[in-house]
């Protein structure tokens, strides 16, 4: 087998189809219809997601399923929520039902600026380059007008140009530490745009700058990025209700309950081992909403987990504490999200979901993603504190384990009535299913 090709990208689509098959699987026909039959019969939209990306061979879904009932600052949402963990969607729409009989979410969006920068070296005498970069601050104003223009009249573009002397943690590095509002774009290119603007108008003014020597002209601009650590991007989400209030089935001593989820979550501040799985918790809300609403969730990620670290020790993304019989519980965490632009206006699915939100601004849209992770957040601590949280998880997953064994409609049914007083575990739902089959 030769799995080495060059021009892949110059395939037709079908022959890439057909060199996947034929390279990788001892029964092609078979591996391509698997692959065909997730192609869209409408083509359009086929074409669509085909061209997303490059080399594209077929589509790979994931469900998307609602979490209703959040109600956030005494608004009802129905949250769109894209996920392949099973438990995820049922924990959401758990906690946004609990929640909104207890006076619901409250939400506020705390800053929204985005940062990129341009690293580049410079080897010359650093009071000269402070000098030079004051002389020429308005001219990468000026320079990005053309860019900036569109996005000023939505209210954003950018707010400050800081230069920043980075030699004490590496020889020549300084950098133009930029700062922007984007208004509702998640703003990526928009700042990749400006940033390579700034590069190329401070090499250039460099050449012109009389109190620079021969050598001092030679600014090298290593590279122009926007950054996904926003800690100035920051929406903060809480519920809080009497310490009493927290009673329901589940929940039959709410001191207790309160205390033992104080408890776990002071837990995650002190211990990163157990912070990172806290987290990971949080993100399952936050990256099952970003995707559903067209967000780079790997942009999300990356800046939640610096954000974690910002003290120098990772810890929990949320707090909780009781003070006068009240419990508290809030999460606070960057995100960098837009709901114009991108994605937002090309997957219809996306679009769907934007809908379903009720179209929100970019603001609300951290808002609600941020209470969906403060409620994910807190139906894990639930189960974790009070049944464990295998019960809930392993119902959820009874099905998959059905759908992997293809269980009938009888089977389903015995089984279902078997685990109403059993715990379900992977090796007993086998075992119940090779009795019934016996
Ligand atoms: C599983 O996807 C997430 C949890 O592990 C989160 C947590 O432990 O807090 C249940």
Redesign the pocket.
Known sequence: MNSNIAGFSKLTKEEKVQWIAQTYFANPDTALDTIKQYWNSNQKLQQLHDEFIENTITNFYLPMGIAPNFLINDRYYSVPMVIE?S??VAAAAKSAKYWSTRGGFKTKVLSSEKIGQVHFKYTGNSNTLHSFFQSIKSQLYSATESITKNMQKRGGGILDIQLVDKTHELKGYYQLHVTFETKDSMGANFINSCLEQLGKTLKEAAWYYDSFSEDEKEIQIIMCILSNYVPNCLVRASVSCPVSDLAEKKIENPVLFAEKFVQ?VQI?AVEPY?AV??????M?GIDAVVLASGNDFRAVEAGAHAYAARNGKYTSLSHAYIEHDVFHFSLEIPLALGTVGGLTSLHPMVKMALEILGKPSAHELMEIVAATGLA??FA??R??TTTG?QEG?MKMHLNNILNQHQATHAERQAVAAFFENHTVTHASVIELLENLRK
Request: proline share 0%.
């Open positions: 963990e438990s995820v776990a995650a157990r799985t806290h987290n990971k918790g949080i399952n994910q957040n894990a601590l189960s974790l949280i998880h």
